[in-house]
């Protein structure tokens, strides 16, 4: 216990472990950051691959998105909108 090296060591390890500016808690805070910041970048992946596809449906329906959509109509014609009931 008195060797001068010995107690250097224990020193220093306790200094890593606990006081340090990159101790053990300051680690596992930022690993669980990490893992919840992942989570949310796969779920605004995808987000945006649903966005991109439904930008792609209405580039290439344009009619049809804006008539079932914002029930659009043309000059000459007239639009029902047939609502259901719910039987309660």
């Known amino acids: 216990m008195r060797n001068r090296y010995f107690l250097a060591l224990v020193a220093f390890t306790f200094f890593m ?3 340090d500016r990159h101790d ?3 680690q596992f805070r930022l ?3 990490v893992e919840r910041l992942e989570g949310d970048l ?3 992946d995808d ?3 649903e966005a991109e596809a439904e930008k792609l449906d209405m580039e290439t329906n344009r009619e049809t998105f804006a008539r079932e959509g914002y ?3 043309k000059d000459d014609e007239d ?3 047939i ?3 719910d039987d309660e």
């Open 47 to 49: 987000l945006i691959d």
């Open 83 to 85: 609502v259901e009931k």
């Open 17 to 19: 472990v606990f006081i």
């Open 31 to 33: 690993h669980s950051t």
């Open 79 to 81: 639009v029902f909108i």
């Open 71 to 73: 029930f659009m109509q």
């Open 24 to 26: 053990i808690s300051t």
């Open 42 to 44: 796969d779920r605004f």
